[in-house]
């Protein structure tokens, strides 16, 4: 065995050992409860990949999975209560997995650090070449770095070895296989139920920036604050804009002689940073309990105040409560059969349950359709869809599509698909890769709508302009733009969409 596998092994087996040895002094795992423990305890590493195409795993597959499981607790060399992962790049690569649409908890330094909340931890991650780096500055009491490693290798899924369906999936899929080397290390999270589900009510008819405003909120005012460590008292967030797009460069005005003008700043850095504030923990359904749909409009969250108040009534309504609820969900249940109980809950459609199976509820086959998505499926898997309606059928008709495809994991791969639609990562891959644009539907207008259009300089394609697409579909355009509405309408507004 490789040096760097054994020193992997060695600490993972620490890891949990130590884990199980505290589970059994307190009668319970102590970082999540044995009901929600990381598959690795709950199962061992073995079993939890399926080749492309739905197959179990063979016997020689388990063994190697046995014997080299997800790296993790490793420490760095360099010191600085820095852990490393020991994931390669076709693993995790952090700007491809965590500003990408999934969690919106995490924030860019200017260090090119990004700083996030898992659980009740407040981690940085640090990219290197070719593994990742972490480093946590605060963490709940009685538990420890070992408790640390088992949250982390949950949070990144890395039970399930990404590099090996990837290599299945660019056998299956020529495209894939094209994108790839452009898009490694795109990896599914697997967050906490609630959060996930709170986090994607708040995203429908909206765009990443507005939805990262309204989690924050939501954790700032019912969450529970965090005490982080003096390690990040400096550290200062790079940017408002989470995708990564950069922002355009400012001017500013010089006086000289008596004379003003404009000038770039080329020769200085403008983006010193903002300060990365407070930290919150997620607030848990009991929490968001105090939420109330008028307390929530005031705060800005629009119509979407109805629907998280709702959702927490009827999930404090379940047999059990809402955690044992959503963990029977994630343990018990089929993909369809969780993605139809969520959206029995105010506010959530077959998009939103979708996500919400895909990123916490263990549902790797879920693939959420959005525009996007519908788009480059019907370019490259289901043609035959085409100009049909985004109806929650058309969406399972592209489900069934994409996973005839990539298999029992196709919510990974059309991961890596989704990303690469993305306005800013579209830009920096190959001509040839690049899905095409969509065609403008006609539309028949009057003279004087034309003429105004035409003084407009035209709308332009919808989903181009959004950089990390999150807005509901509506059918009646095939266009993911919400229509502009005063803001008299907007907090008028209780309809549910059917399409969220």
Known sequence: MPRASAVTQRAVTYAVDALRISGRASGGLTARGAATAPPHLRRGWMGTTRAPGGAPPTRESRSVAAMNPPAAAVVDERGGGWVSLGTPRAELVLAHTLPTGQSFRWRLTTRGDYVGVIGKRVVSM?????????????????????????????????????????????????????????????????????????????????????????????????????????ALSEARKATANPTGTPKKKKKRKVVADNETKAEDNDDRDDDEGEPLGDFYSFPTVSQLTNATEADLRAAGFGYRAKFIAGAVSALNEKPNGADAYLR????????????????????????????????????????????????????????????????????????????????????????????????????????????????????????????????????????????????????????????????????????????L
């Open 126 to 230: 640090r990219q290197c070449e070719d593994d990742v780096l972490y480093r946590v500055h605060c963490r709940p009491a009685g538990e420890d770095a070992t408790h640390d490693a088992a949250a982390v290798a949950d949070y990144f899924n890395l039970s399930v070895s990404l590099g090996a369906l990837a290599t299945g999936w660019a056998k299956a899929d020529a495209r894939f296989a094209k994108l790839q080397p452009h898009l490694p290390g795109c990896r599914m999270l697997r967050q906490d139920p609630a959060e996930c589900l709170f986090s994607f009510i708040c995203s429908s008819n909206n765009h990443i920036s507005r939805i990262h405003g309204m989690v924050e909120r939501l954790c700032a005012t019912y969450g529970t604050k965090l005490a982080v460590d003096a």
């Open 328 to 499: 029977t969900l994630r343990h018990e249940c089929s993909y369809k059969e969780a993605q139809a109980a969520l959206a029995e809950l105010p506010g959530v459609g077959p998009k939103v349950a979708a996500c919400a199976c895909l990123f916490s509820l263990d549902k790797h086959e879920a693939i959420p359709v959005d525009t996007h998505v519908w788009h480059l499926a019907t370019e490259h898997y289901c043609a035959e869809l085409a100009g049909k309606s985004l109806t929650p059928r058309v969406m399972d008709a592209v489900e069934e599509a994409v996973g005839e495809v990539f298999g029992s994991h196709a919510g990974w791969a059309h991961n890596t698909l989704f990303i690469a639609e993305l306005a800013h990562v579209r830009a920096a891959l190959p001509e040839e890769l690049r899905t095409p644009p969509r065609a403008k539907a006609e539309k028949k207008t009057t003279p004087k709508k034309e003429s105004n259009k035409a003084s407009a300089g035209g709308a332009g394609d919808a989903g181009e302009e959004l950089d990390g697409l999150l807005a509901s579909p509506s059918p009646e355009r095939g266009s993911s733009r919400a229509p502009k509405k005063s803001k008299a309408a907007i907090a008028a507004d209780d309809a549910e969409s059917e399409y």
